[in-house]
């Protein structure tokens, strides 16, 4: 009785095997175009940098939510997605990350509270279907 359900396991994995192939530089993306800058206002520069804060956001320790203070670039780079790299300056906000809408949020005053980052997402995307993932973070206290 378990036999047509390991027969059809198998068979599925064949043509997945099949397809990688042992020579890793076949296996890389390719790159269709290079980076090359974007205007940092533009809506899906925007979608991206607010995917990338709210992966942030959700994987920092800190009990209150950090927000945008400047986007210095933006990059695109198109492969079987686009990958945009945006460089930004973010600071904390006065919002604690249990408040459910952190609109009203302001960066933080309290001098005892302030703190600010450099970072560098990298986020691969799809905008037209609405996928976006975290490729690559990196982040430097100011």
């Not at 956001?57 to 933006?74: C, P």
């Not at 960066?107 to 690559?136: H, Y």
Request: glycine share 2%.
């Amino acid at each position: 009785m378990f036999r047509p359900q390991w027969l059809s396991l198998l068979l599925l994995t064949i043509p997945v095997t099949l397809m990688a192939s042992p020579d890793p530089e076949e296996n890389e993306v390719k790159v269709l175009r290079e980076l090359t800058p974007v205007d940092t206002s533009s809506p899906n520069v925007k979608q991206c940098l607010g995917f990338a804060m709210d992966e942030y956001n959700k994987e920092s320790q800190d009990e209150y939510i950090f927000q945008v203070l400047d986007i210095q670039q933006a990059q695109l780079q198109v492969t079987h997605h686009l990958e945009y790299l945006i460089d930004v300056d973010i600071a904390r906000s006065n919002c604690k990350k249990s408040y459910s809408n952190n609109k009203r949020c302001t960066i933080q005053e309290d001098s005892k509270l302030q703190k600010t980052a450099t970072c560098s997402f990298l986020v691969g995307a799809l905008p037209w279907n609405g996928k976006f993932t975290m490729m690559d973070k990196e982040c430097e206290d100011a």
